[in-house]
């Protein structure tokens, strides 16, 4: 099903597929050796070197399109969890992959709409081999690769494939079924969060997820439910 195009170096992956989505099969997975411009959310940068693995997986018009970046984030915790199965990987929502306190890999969902449609571009870069002096210089402090944290150097190409295989079914069926599986793993809910939106930050308790993807949180005013393309979460003392 996985049309894989593997790349020695790229711009970005999500803008390789972007530019060429049009003429490229539904299921198209393009992995790179490096990324050297790499995007994250909110307008920032991704740092990376070879220890970085880049990919990202087209998918043509999907049936549940708001919820395919919690999809991909079960996806990719099952996937590391079927090569590490005493390691406990968990996600901070919507889709910050966390293991022993470190963000292991992130994910940026980019949406194309044409007419009726729309294509979802997953982007997702996984932490694989970098060491701490990479996170030191490009001052990431919450960051570490899977290498770093259990000494396990993961084959690329099947960790990528085996990824995109999982994202593309579970997109396919939809949020509903992994929905359990996501709010096991959730490290968000049940704690206190500061949310922070429109340059503001306010307090609330994570509650749950709702069945399209977003945030319940409650306050002294009640209960409300927050999207994660408008706001952005952290705990009350730290990243998680
Ligand atoms: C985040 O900010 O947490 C999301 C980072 C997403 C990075 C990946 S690496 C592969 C794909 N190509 C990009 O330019 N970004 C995503």
Known sequence: MINHISLDEVDST????KQRRAVLPD???????????????????????????????????????????????????NALEALL??????????????????????ILCESVCFGESMDIICGIGVNLTQNADFFRKANIPHGASLEMLTGYSA?????AEDIAQRLYEYSREGFACVSEEYVKR????????????NGGEREAFADG?????????????????????EVSVRGLMDYI
């Open 209 to 229: 997820i709702a069945p399209n993807g977003f945030l319940i949180c409650s306050d002294e005013n009640g209960r409300f439910e927050v999207n994660s393309g």
């Open 14 to 17: 999500n803008s390789y597929l």
């Open 85 to 106: 199965p005493e390691e406990k990987f968990g996600i901070k929502w919507p889709n910050d992959i966390i293991l022993q306190g470190y963000k292991l890999c992130g």
């Open 155 to 159: 084959d690329r190409v099947k960790l």
């Open 27 to 77: 299921g198209t997975l393009v992995t790179a050796g490096l990324q050297t411009a790499g995007r994250g959310r909110r307008g920032h940068d991704w740092a990376a070197d070879r220890g970085m693995l880049p990919f990202s997986l087209l998918l043509k018009n999907p049936p549940h399109p708001e919820t395919v970046t919690l999809c991909a984030a079960v996806a990719v915790c």
């Open 186 to 197: 959730c490290l968000t809910i049940g704690k206190k969060i500061r949310i922070i939106e």
